[in-house]
């Protein structure tokens, strides 16, 4: 290489260095209106956003939206309960419920009856089944119910699931009455295939028709039974339900929540609307796991009088809290599949209820005990 071309380069990058130079000047002078809004931009992300983030926490916590509970349970029914003149064994707790004294109402799936705890005599009596715990299929008896309701006049719904039926049974009868399905199951509408879950709306019994993919409305005034939300998977997924495992009446909004459960999806479906929106989990593609918004086999969910749902995520051995509707879920009883029966872990969390206080119990179903947590703000 000549000296000439050297000298030549040199120059050459000493018009680049000013060239360049320049178009930064030229550049900043010129959009030097964006650069400012750019710069202000910068500014509400950095400082404005978190104040005004933490005054609206502020307001919520003051709204009592910002519910928390003791992560330790305490065990208000274990095996060493006594049961009292019965076969004196739990088996698996499927659904638990309050009258309107407060008395706290266990459906025993395995045992087949319905049990009801004293907090007074710290005991269980027998309400309705077999007191040894066999199943039958009579009307004083039951083949592995699912779920239970109670009315305001202490009236016990049951989802007598494998003998495909619901009974209503009053407290002090000891038999029930058959108000929907035929004792075999079909998919005609006056027939179930393995009812796992009921609740009722204004003058209505909604029943998750788990076998059959369908919501049975059943008017308590005439008696009678209709297909409330079918199946037909020709339609867009949100107009129908998939294996439903719990369905519960939000009266706020006037709407039923629905936790399906190879869907692995909670829904809210408005009454008088013709599709469903999403409160948490899978919104089209089945899927599960472990993260916050996922969940593996739903199997019961419970709904206070604010938009909060609280969901049984069995195989996950926890139970998720989700505030409003899609948006991310909290742990707030329960460890990530961790299994055990020490007083912060399950085996197979079932059910869940919430009493007035909104402190809510579990079955820890294969401990065979009942925790209650308590709420704590
Ligand atoms: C109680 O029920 C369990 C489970 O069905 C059974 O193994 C046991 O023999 C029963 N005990 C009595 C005393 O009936
Ligand atoms: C359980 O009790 C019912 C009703 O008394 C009776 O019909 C049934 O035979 C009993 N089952 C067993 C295994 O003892
Ligand atoms: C009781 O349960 C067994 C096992 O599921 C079943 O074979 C039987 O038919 C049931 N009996 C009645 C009376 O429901
Ligand atoms: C999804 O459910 C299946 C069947 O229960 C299970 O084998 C699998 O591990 C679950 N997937 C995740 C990501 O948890
Ligand atoms: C709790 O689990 C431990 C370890 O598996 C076991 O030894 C103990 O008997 C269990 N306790 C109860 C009350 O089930």
């Not at 295939?193 to 204004?202: F, K, Q, R």
């Not at 969390?349 to 703000?377: C, E, G, H, W």
Request: aromatic share 10%.
């Amino acid at each position: 290489m000549g000296r000439k071309s050297i000298e030549k380069e040199a120059l050459d990058n000493e018009d680049e260095r000013k060239t360049c130079m320049q178009t930064i000047s030229l550049f900043i002078r010129s959009n030097w209106l964006a650069l400012i809004f750019a710069l202000i931009i910068c500014i509400i992300t950095i400082v404005v956003t978190p104040i005004v983030y933490s005054i609206q926490h502020n307001v919520n916590s003051t709204n009592n939206n910002d519910l928390s509970w003791n992560t330790k349970g305490v065990t208000i029914i274990s095996q060493n309960t006594l049961l009292n003149g019965i076969n004196n064994s739990l088996g698996v707790i499927s659904s638990l419920g309050f009258d309107s004294q407060s008395n706290l109402y266990l459906c025993d799936q395995t045992m087949h009856r319905i049990l009801q705890y004293s907090s007074v005599q710290m005991n269980l009596i027998l309400i309705a089944g077999y007191a040894n715990g066999t199943n039958g299929s009579d009307v004083s008896s039951f083949n592995s119910p699912n779920d239970i309701y109670i009315d305001s006049s202490n009236q016990i719904y049951v989802a007598d699931t494998l003998n495909h039926r619901i009974i209503k049974r009053t407290k002090d009868s000891n038999q029930g009455t058959i108000i929907v399905g035929t004792g075999t199951s079909g998919s005609a509408s006056n027939q179930l295939n393995s009812p796992m879950s009921l609740t009722m709306g204004g003058d209505y019994l909604y029943i998750a028709d788990y076998g059959n993919n369908r919501i049975i409305q059943y008017d308590l005034t005439t008696s009678t039974a209709n297909i409330y939300i079918g199946y037909d998977t020709t339609q867009l997924r949100n107009t129908y339900v998939y294996t439903p495992i719990s369905i519960r009446y939000h009266s706020p909004t006037t709407s039923l929540v629905i936790g399906q459960q190879l869907g692995y999806n909670v829904v809210r479906w408005t009454l008088g609307g013709k599709n469903w929106n999403l409160i948490a989990g899978s919104v089209s593609s089945d899927l599960n796991g472990t993260s916050r918004t996922l969940f593996n086999r739903i199997c019961s969910v419970a709904v206070d009088t604010q938009m909060d749902t609280y969901i049984a995520d069995c195989d996950n051995q926890r139970i998720q809290f989700f505030q409003g509707d899609g948006t991310k879920g909290r742990t707030i009883a329960g460890v990530i599949q961790a299994i055990g029966n020490n007083s912060y872990i399950f085996n197979q969390p079932n059910a869940i209820v919430l009493n007035t206080k909104l402190d809510f119990y579990v079955a820890d179903s294969i401990n065979y005990r009942i925790q209650m947590f308590q709420r704590t703000s």
